[in-house]
């Protein structure tokens, strides 16, 4: 066989097995991405054997998580996000201390090591916008004003969670390193709020150079090399990729329809974004949840990180009326990638042992099933009108 027969294989069973299980959830009325999550546990090492997570598969997810969060991100103007920012801004705020808190307390209460009491709250604070804005696509709310605050939310939490991350690296050597963690807090808050606030008028100038292109499909090329771009300078600071992704895709949304960014961009997705949450059910070693006492400390863990995530970003969002603020503490739940990297960080830096590290990984995996089943319920007798939202919210 080529050598490049086993990974065509391979992402082969990931799509096929994927797409199905999101169409037999589709007719199950539930979110297609819950069936291509449990189609990556049951393809996975833990069952089936058939998907095995590995560097060139992550790749390709990477890809699917980015190219995902960039068509979402055309999809939000960035008028938008300022119209619900201080709102947005207090959901994070509070989705990000009562999280960390609980879970930092109750590893304490458990009498364990204050270093993994750090990794399991810093494991608990960040979401995964992926899952969450999947779900408000698929139902078509994006315009909504929920979904405005939970997307503007998520980018925030992403930059507070990731500092919190550098943070807990920081303490795994013993101290922590302020003048590095005042470095990255600067280039993360910077860096959004640069894109946030100055990315489409950049693209605004950029608009007649793009007129006089002749290559077909020009705009679109662009964009997609604004998406990478970003996403890779998101890497280089310590921000996720999908965050670039995302923000590359809010400076371009103004001039997604004139330019026909969506129509080009959601095949894309489409295609790439199912590898992305196969393989993050794949991750999960269903055997190590039999160690004697996880399974204990993983239902606790999870319960603590739904409700830290409904109570703190529920207040956070009050003003919008308690169902609309139920609806963004559901979206806000999903820890599914963040919550992965903290446990790897912490395996991988020896300051974790492998039984909290599997505790990290269960409760990122039913947090992330958790919340699109209940946000579709709670979304369901919405409508898909946008709404409108004074700048004081």
């Known amino acids: 066989m080529n050598h490049t027969d086993p990974l065509l294989l391979e992402l082969f069973v990931m799509f096929a097995g994927g797409k199905l299980l999101a169409e037999v959830f589709e007719r199950l009325r539930q979110p297609a991405v ?71 307390g109750y590893l304490k209460l458990l009498a364990s090591s204050s270093v993994e009491a750090i990794f399991i709250g810093a494991a608990m604070v960040a979401t995964s916008v992926g899952i969450t804005a999947r779900v408000l696509e698929d139902m078509g709310v994006l ?7 939970i997307l503007g939310a998520a980018v925030i939490d992403d930059v507070l969670g990731m500092i919190v991350l550098a943070v807990v690296s920081s303490l795994s050597a013993g101290k922590v390193n302020y003048v590095s963690l005042a470095v990255v807090t600067v280039e993360a808050v910077g860096f959004t709020v640069l894109v946030v606030l100055f ?27 604004l998406c990478l771009g970003l996403s890779l300078a998101s890497l280089y600071i310590g921000l996720a990729a999908i965050i670039g992704a995302f923000l590359a895709g809010l400076a371009l949304a103004e001039r997604s329809e004139r330019w026909k960014l969506r129509e080009n961009a959601h095949p894309l997705s489409e295609f790439l974004a199912p590898f992305f949450f196969v ?33 703190g970003c529920g207040l956070g969002s009050l003003r919008m009326g308690w169902k609309d603020a139920a609806r ?7 820890r599914g990638e963040v919550g992965l990297i903290v446990a790897a960080v912490g395996l991988r ?37 946008p709404v409108f939202v004074s700048p004081e919210s």
Do not use: C
């Open 349 to 385: 830096l020896h300051t974790i042992s492998e039984g909290i590290y599997t505790v990290i990984v269960g409760m990122s995996i039913l947090t992330t099933l958790f919340a699109p089943p209940v946000l579709k319920l709670t979304l369901a007798k919405r409508t898909a009108a």
């Open 199 to 225: 990315g489409s008028r950049l693209v605004g100038h950029m608009e007649p150079s793009v007129a006089r292109l002749r290559a077909r499909n020009s705009a679109f090329t662009l964009s997609i090399l």
């Open 279 to 311: 393989l993050l059910g794949a991750e999960v070693n269903l055997r190590t949840f039999l160690q004697p006492g996880l399974i204990v400390m993983l239902v606790v863990i999870t319960i603590l990180a739904i409700l830290s995530k409904l109570l």
């Open 143 to 149: 315009n909504s004003r929920v979904a405005r605050v």
């Open 34 to 104: 819950v069936g291509e999550l449990l189609a990556g546990v049951l393809l996975g090492p833990s069952l089936l054997g058939l998907v095995h997570p590995n560097d060139l598969t992550r790749g390709v997810a990477e890809m699917g998580a980015i190219f995902l969060l960039f068509a979402i991100g055309l999809e939000t103007k960035p008028r938008d996000l300022q119209e619900v920012g201080w709102t947005a801004m207090l959901v994070a705020f509070l989705g990000v201390l009562l999280p960390f808190l609980l879970g930092f």
């Open 328 to 334: 963004v503490g559901i979206g806000m739940v999903p």
